[in-house]
């Protein structure tokens, strides 16, 4: 059988004949699907397909000619499509992804401010002179020494305010997660 008998036959409904033609076929038409997309699992996947295009479409073949171009253009127009297709669910998912960031970044920028706010009036709420020690150490960076040295106090009794005001804070954040204690330099 060649290629002429095979088209003429394979119009006729032949499965024989398309079982010559993708017998014949097959490995050359993935090795040059492969040139293009670099896989061959996927190069595998298009050709098969296109063979099935193929048999659907065998009506359309012109059975004075060679049916390999056909298939070379089938398999390509496949591949073409695959890109195609590839190409916008990437686009959809990198926009579902972009979208779905920036709702994220919202809320934790919308959280943080909540939270920053709620340490604002925890330490507000502190005694003048824990609010004033807090203050010292963790917004002016001093160390318990330096504090203690600027109160004329002793340094036992800075830590011992130190400690009254983060139990407030951990009370207050016992809810949540107390990040905002990262938002503070640890001076000691």
Known sequence: ???LDAAK????GSRVAFKYL?????????????????????????????????????????ETKSPL???????????IDTVKKAKKHEKLLD????????ERIQED??????????????????????????????VEGLKYKEIAEQKGISVKTVESQMRIA????????????PLLFLLFKKCY
């Open 166 to 177: 983060f139990v407030k804070i951990r009370e207050a954040f016992k809810d949540g997660k």
């Open 22 to 62: 993708f017998e014949k076929y097959y490995n050359r038409i993935v090795a040059y699907i492969a040139t293009y997309c670099n896989d061959k699992d996927l190069s595998e996947d298009i050709v098969q397909q296109a063979f099935i295009n193929l048999w659907d479409d065998k009506l359309k073949l012109d």
């Open 109 to 138: 920028t919308e959280t943080l401010e909540e939270r920053i706010q709620k340490m604002k009036d925890v330490i507000e709420s502190l005694p003048p002179k824990c609010k004033e020690i807090i203050h010292m150490n963790k």
């Open 69 to 79: 171009s056909y298939l070379y253009a089938i398999a390509y127009n496949r591949y």
């Open 95 to 102: 926009q579902v992804w972009e979208r779905a960031l920036r």
């Open 9 to 12: 036959a394979l119009k006729g």
């Open 1 to 3: 059988m060649n290629d």
